[in-house]
């Protein structure tokens, strides 16, 4: 039976951590941190984390305020709103809530972010220095997969790591930081051949495909470590990418494993941007 990588346990300890740190700069006669979000259209899913990341900023004393533009909001009204915030000495934290509209690019707006601000570490400044092993805001959920299995003290160094799925918000990020932490990382994704002979080829396994139930029960062995990133909202519940991992070494459940580490992590975020500030 594998060893459950608690990411609500975990992200409670963080938070904890933070809430100590925040009240004690209040006490000392300092502000609060303040993380401003911005949310364009009326999304459910959107309007649902929004809400969350608004309540878990209360909950460590993080001062937190939602722009809420409507869906057709013009890309130069939500630049200008950005411009706003990248200039206010208040506000330590940006984060744009995505998706976006269709009709707004969103590389020109994660563009004009401030670096230090981004909280989403998905500038492509912060991207870059991701990829160089420089200081600087990281991906919010490849930052919260690390700390989970540093949680858990997970050797990573000399590790064989596969990670499944290269987009930008998870796969290329979380394997750019596994490298930093000295393992060996294999990228592979949906159209990868011979998956299975991957996963038995290595140690921690990343599954950010997007695809339910993308790697089978019958791929694990008792060897893996498992991080499933994905969530999907069935008739039946939600699942994640794999469809089973009871077998392995450690595995992260769905939900409650790198959820709630993400939230956490941009809060962490929120934090460091106001001592950079």
Partial sequence: MAIVLDGKQVSKDIKANIKETIDGLVAAGKRAPKLSVIIVGEDPASQTYVASKARQCKQVGIDSDTIRLNEDC??????????????????????VQLPLPKHINE?????????????????????????INRKAPQPCTPKGIISLLDAYDIELEGARAL???????????VAGLLT???????????????????????????????????????MIKPNHIVVDVGIHRTDNGIIGDVEGGENAAYLSPVPGGVGPMTIASLLENTLEAYYGS
Avoid: C, W
Wanted: hydrophobic content about 40%.
């Fill in 74 to 95: 013009t890309e130069d009204k939500l630049i200008e709103t950005l411009e706003g915030l990248n200039a206010d000495s208040g506000v330590d934290g940006i984060l």
């Fill in 107 to 131: 590389d020109r707006v994660l563009d004009v972010i401030d670096p230090k601000k981004d909280v989403d570490g998905l500038h492509p400044l912060n991207m870059g220095y991701l990829q």
């Fill in 163 to 173: 990670v499944i799925g290269r987009s930008r918000l998870v796969g290329k990020p």
């Fill in 180 to 218: 930093n932490r000295n393992a060996t990382v294999t990228i592979a994704h949906s159209r990868s051949k011979n998956i299975e002979e991957l996963i038995a080829q290595h140690d921690i396994i990343v599954v950010a495909v997007g695809i339910p139930h993308f790697v089978k029960a019958s």
